[in-house]
């Protein structure tokens, strides 16, 4: 099965098998948000448990 290209350039595996992922709601109409805000949405996040088994799926990783 091949990867999906689309997952493959927004989320990356991590060595302990999480899945990082960026926020959304940071590329445009940044005038009215808090530089703390922005500041905590330019950082990663990890993927939901519930959302893991499709992504590793999309990825080719897993079953």
Do not use: C, Q
Not at 8 to 15: E, I, P, Q, S
């Amino acid at each position: 099965m091949k990867t999906n290209r689309g997952a493959a350039k927004r989320f990356k595996l991590t060595g302990t098998g999480k899945i990082k992922r960026k926020h959304a709601f940071v590329n445009h109409i940044l005038t009215k948000k808090s530089n703390k805000r922005k500041l905590r949405l330019g950082h990663f996040g990890t993927v939901d448990k519930a959302d893991e088994g499709n992504i590793k799926l999309l990825l080719t990783i897993g079953k």
